[in-house]
């Protein structure tokens, strides 16, 4: 999704819904942002993955969800 002279790629775990994106400049190589957005996406798999164990599946995170993040 082009946004002026950058692009932005996002990246869904269909199992989880997971979602991540990464924002390159658009001259980047369409294969590199991909390569980028699903490293960070098996990143913060891993991390919810660590986070669930540690915590426990049932026990909610900060402010009654299920994992970190700001609540406005």
Avoid: W
Wanted: a positive charge.
């Amino acid at each position: 999704m082009p946004i002026g002279s950058s692009v932005k790629v996002t990246a869904v775990d269909v199992a989880s819904g997971l979602e991540v994106s990464v924002v390159g400049p658009s001259i980047a190589a369409q294969r590199e942002l991909e390569r980028v957005a699903v490293q960070k996406l098996r990143y913060m798999l891993e991390k919810k993955k660590n986070e669930g164990a540690a915590r426990g599946k049932d026990e909610p995170g900060p402010a009654g969800g299920t994992g970190g993040g700001i609540v406005v």
